[in-house]
């Protein structure tokens, strides 16, 4: 049977990680709402250089172009996974993983031949990777909330070299999209080579991801689908040299802000629920002393009266 002593302790105890959780919560609390702004503002622009690309891509052969190149069957594939460096941030880490664990297998299954490479953005991708005995050729660190275009043209140049050169056949985003602060939604996106997607179809396919702030207020204006008709200098290949690794960065640039502002709402969610389990704790725990103190009060006042009794 429990006793007062050991329930104040477990009382303590559970305090002092209600203050750490409610720390944690407070401080990702902090991160999500930046990154959230910096997600949802940086959607626009991502979209509609997509859509560019994808009109001057119309105007040159495909077969040219090696970032355009389309290698009909995939014998060898390369998955960009972004995951967190911490853990603390509920199933947002298992459901991207899972995901393209999966996406692996289904992939193997119809073809047997297909080799599949990773590159790993996180710690926690980088462990789970590794027990499963993937094939990881090069694995970064991920900026945890000031994420700067700089630190992703490492990745972006391994990816484009790597792709131009033949050694892979397809590249593959794996990343959380942010749709509110209680949901992240696990997207496998393939980058390279590039697909025939209007911006329509790019906006559509975004049309569930949340908002924040006043960007809420600012629905994205389209200027249209038509396809212009461009005046290339000094001509389309060069340009398309030029813009088509841009896109690649702008594309991871822009899968590393979903992400973090993922991470950090997952983590605000699950330090919260943490905080609130410890306080319902506490009070059970409470109840439970103050009980067991009102039933020791109660047995002392019954002994004193029973000894009373037996002197007269």
């Known amino acids: 049977m429990p006793n007062t002593l050991g329930i104040r302790r477990r009382i303590r105890s559970v305090k002092n990680t209600r203050q750490i959780t409610k720390a944690m919560e407070l401080v990702a609390a902090t991160k999500m709402r930046r990154t959230q702004t910096q997600a949802v503002r940086a959607r626009i622009y991502a979209q509609l250089a997509w859509e560019l690309i994808n009109n001057l891509s119309g105007k040159i052969d495909r077969k040219i172009q090696p970032l355009l190149r389309l290698t009909l069957p995939v014998k060898k594939q390369l998955i960009i996974l972004l995951t967190s460096n911490r853990g603390l941030a509920g199933s947002f880490n298992s459901q991207i993983i899972g995901k393209i664990l999966d996406y692996i297998t289904v992939g193997k299954d119809e073809n047997s031949q297909l080799q599949t490479d990773l590159i790993v953005v996180g710690k926690k991708g980088a462990d789970a990777m590794f027990k499963a005995r993937q094939n990881i050729v090069a694995d970064f660190k991920k900026a945890d909330v000031n994420l700067e275009v700089s630190e992703i043209f490492p990745i972006a140049t391994l990816i484009i070299d790597k792709y131009s050169t033949g050694q ?145």
Request: aromatic share 6%.
């Open 168 to 312: 892979y056949d397809k590249v593959i985003l794996g990343y959380s999209d942010f749709v509110s602060t209680l949901v992240q939604k696990p997207r496998i996106k393939v980058i390279l080579p590039f697909p025939e997607l209007s911006l329509a179809a790019n906006i559509a396919e975004h049309d569930d991801l949340g908002q924040v702030g006043n960007v809420s207020e600012q629905p994205i204006q389209v200027p249209g689908f038509s396809h212009f008709d461009y005046i290339f200098e000094p001509t389309p290949d060069t340009v398309l040299k030029r813009l088509l690794p841009r896109l690649i960065e702008v594309q991871i640039y822009q899968a590393m802000l979903e992400s973090n502002a993922s991470e950090h709402s997952a983590r605000m969610v699950a330090m919260k629920s943490a905080s609130d389990a410890a306080a319902d704790l506490i009070e059970d725990l409470t109840l439970e002393y103050n009980q067991l103190r009102q039933a020791g009060i109660t047995a002392e006042i019954a002994e004193i009266s029973a000894g009373r009794m037996a002197v007269t």
